[in-house]
């Protein structure tokens, strides 16, 4: 029997996993990981009538972290994967303001990318088993406007290709007006590991998940963004990187962001949320693959 793999599930979902497609360089480059940039996007439709509420958008459910690995294998239909998605629901996606609304038809279509090995070849995906989980944490303790202060994420494990920082307010929206004035600082167990001026971090994601200079992508707002997927390049290159520059952690590893100091913004206290992208191997990880 030839090995069937799935590399990324297609389907819709929601806003803070756009970001994985966005950040994770798991599913396309730059600025085509926007779903808003795909053909197949169409914005929901404002007009009164059967046509209001009307969208369609793609994201991605990312399972390859670099080539070939990560993939869940799809030959034994004894053993498939099971998927789950969880809907809000429509009043919670559908605001009244005094009208009900009319409630349309949602779809939501699951399609999966396949690798696929020729019949009779004894060979298999290196690593297999390996995932790449992506993990939505929340920091602690909440932020206050204008301070000067250390939050620390929950302990993590596995090799860190991705970390995302969303600041949000207190009614949780995301916004601009947490992100620091001057200077940010990630600590590794004490050391840092980044220490740099905010508008540096900004043209270095241009740079990593833009290419800077395409006039293609933007900036989440309430967003910084640090990949660990740039070992043969400044940008981040997708599934083709080695996986060098992993940052390595165990469940006690503590990881610290601080603000110095911290924007001063309306709604307080706000709250970092980090979505981090989590590699966990199937054994040992292979790195340093040879570059060419």
């Known amino acids: 029997m030839p090995l069937l793999s799935a590399k990324y599930v297609c389907f819709t979902i929601p806003n803070r996993y756009t970001m994985l497609a966005q950040y994770g360089g798991q599913f396309g480059l730059h600025a085509l990981s926007d779903p808003a940039n795909l053909p197949s996007f169409s914005a929901v439709q404002t007009a009164s009538g059967a046509s209001a509420g009307n969208f369609n958008f793609q994201s991605v459910l990312p399972l390859e972290f670099s080539k070939a690995y990560g ?123 980044l220490d740099t001026r905010v508008d540096t971090l900004q043209d270095d994601m241009a740079i990593q998940f833009a290419g800077a200079g395409t006039g293609q992508w933007t900036r989440d707002t309430g967003v910084l963004a640090i990949s660990r997927k740039t070992s043969m390049n400044q940008e981040s290159l997708g599934l083709l990187d080695t996986g060098e520059e992993y940052l390595s952690t165990n469940p006690g590893t503590l990881i610290q962001v601080e603000g110095s100091p911290w924007g001063s913004f309306a709604n307080t206290p706000g709250t970092l949320n980090a979505l981090v992208g989590q590699v966990v191997p199937a054994g040992s990880l292979i790195q340093g693959l040879p570059e060419l």
Do not use: H, K
């Open 71 to 193: 993939l869940i294998s799809m030959a034994n239909a004894s053993l498939l994967p099971t998927l789950q998605i969880q809907l809000a629901a429509s009043a919670t996606v559908l605001a009244s303001a005094g009208v009900a609304p009319v409630i349309g038809t949602l779809e939501v279509d699951c399609d999966l990318d396949f690798a696929w090995l020729p019949e009779g070849v004894s060979m298999e995906p290196p690593g297999l088993g390996s995932t790449e989980q992506w993990v939505l944490q929340v920091a602690n303790p909440t932020i206050a406007s204008a301070a000067s202060q250390l939050v620390a994420l929950p302990r993590l494990g596995g090799f860190l290709s991705t970390l995302v920082f969303i600041f949000r307010d207190s009614p949780n929206a995301r916004t601009d007006s947490m992100l620091p004035t001057s200077r940010i600082r990630v600590y590794v167990d004490g050391v840092p590991l």
